[in-house]
């Protein structure tokens, strides 16, 4: 995919319990962001789940999200993010922990 090539439609989850997500599915501006129904995540063995109840976007999600400076892209993806999750600052409830 190139990198101002167009963004992908979500995929639909797998069956059985999901939640809403907000996913980068490219680079871009706040037009790129979607919302999605996923599959709910289990938590590797040094992870938790968590329900979040409120976000903030700060100027690291703001670069990320746009792939810029370039040089960026070099560690999240290149032509398209590596990981669409979205957002680093968040509060909530922990659902499910690890090992």
Same mark, same amino acid.
Request: hydrophobic share 45%; proline share 16%; charged share 15%.
């Given at each position: 995919l190139a990198r101002d090539g167009a963004c992908p439609p979500p995929e639909a989850p797998a069956v059985g319990t999901t939640m809403r997500a907000v996913l980068q $599915?490219?680079?871009?501006? +706040?037009e790129v962001l979607r919302? =999605? %129904? %996923? =599959?709910? $995540? *289990? +938590? !590797? +063995? /040094? *992870?938790v #789940? %968590?329900? %979040? @109840?409120? !976000? !903030? !976007?700060? $100027? #690291? /999600?703001w670069h990320g999200m746009r792939g810029d400076p370039y040089i960026m892209r070099l560690s999240s993806g290149i032509g398209v993010p590596a990981v669409a999750r979205f957002g680093v600052d968040? =509060?909530?409830? @922990?659902?499910a922990v690890g090992s």
């Open positions: $599915p490219c680079y871009g501006g +706040p919302t =999605a %129904v %996923v =599959a709910k $995540p *289990q +938590p !590797a +063995p /040094d *992870q #789940l %968590v329900r %979040v @109840v409120a !976000a !903030a !976007a700060n $100027p #690291l /999600d968040f =509060a909530g409830v @922990v659902e």
